[in-house]
């Protein structure tokens, strides 16, 4: 149980493009999900987080313009990269948390290569 | 505000032997605690969590950590290294009922044969 899926889980794109990265909790409804970043040979950084049906509250110094999050369903969660640029190629993980328990199921994270 | 320190970003042990791999934290009330492992190009697999309780926590895989709270130390433990231990560790902080998690900056594990 507690499966979370990301879908791509490798995607190149241009620079000036917009990328969508998906989150779903497979097996159980997640009231809260998290998005991380992680760089090569370093650790994750939370990004934003978000709750169902709810905005995304982003952490500091992340652009909330540029990564736009939904929660639109208990299941789902997408990050959109918008205008992406070079410095954004990275390691894009989601977590997943159901209501009743403080534990956080990780996706498989998609790696994101701007060119 | 909490944080966590990993202590050694690299650790090399050879297969059979004690991997420990060291944690500390810094939080103002009581924290849960987490251990990850991330294998490469994948997302993290908790291996181990402590909430409240029994201070010796045992995870998943033959690991096992035990919470001292005089220390502030969360460190990791497995008796005998497997070559297939050989992966990123992460420790983690939680604390205040919110989910959101603090990592340590991780630790690489090597299992030389």
């Known amino acids: 149980g507690a499966v979370v899926s990301q879908h791509p889980s490798w995607v190149i794109c241009k620079s000036g493009t917009s990328v969508k990265i998906e989150c779903r909790s497979l097996?159980?409804?997640?009231?809260?999900m998290f998005w991380y970043r992680q760089f090569p040979k370093q650790s994750l950084m939370l990004m934003a987080t978000s709750n169902e049906g709810s905005k995304a509250t982003y952490e500091q110094g992340v652009e909330k313009d540029k990564f736009l999050i939904n929660h639109a369903s208990l299941t789902l969660s997408t990050l959109t990269v918008t205008s992406a640029h070079p410095e954004d190629s990275s390691f894009y993980i989601c977590?997943?948390?159901?209501?009743?328990?403080?534990?956080?199921?990780f996706g498989p994270g998609t790696r994101l290569t701007v060119t | 505000a909490q944080s966590v320190t990993q202590l050694g970003s690299h650790v090399s042990v050879s297969e059979g032997a004690l991997v420990l791999l060291r944690c500390n934290y810094s939080s103002s009330v009581p924290p849960y605690l987490f251990w990850y492992v991330q294998y490469p190009n994948q997302g993290l697999q908790l291996l181990l969590k402590?909430?409240?309780?029994?201070?010796l926590v045992k995870g998943i895989n033959g690991f096992e950590a035990e919470f001292k709270k005089s220390e502030t130390s969360f460190h990791l433990t497995k008796p005998s290294a497997h070559m297939s231990d050989a992966a990123e560790y992460f420790c983690a902080v939680s604390v205040g009922g919110n989910e959101k998690l603090t990592f340590g900056t991780g630790t690489r594990l090597t299992i030389i044969p």
């Open positions: 977590s997943a948390a159901p209501a009743t328990s403080r534990e956080q199921y």
């Open positions: 402590y909430t409240t309780g029994a201070t």
């Open positions: 097996d159980f409804q997640a009231t809260t």
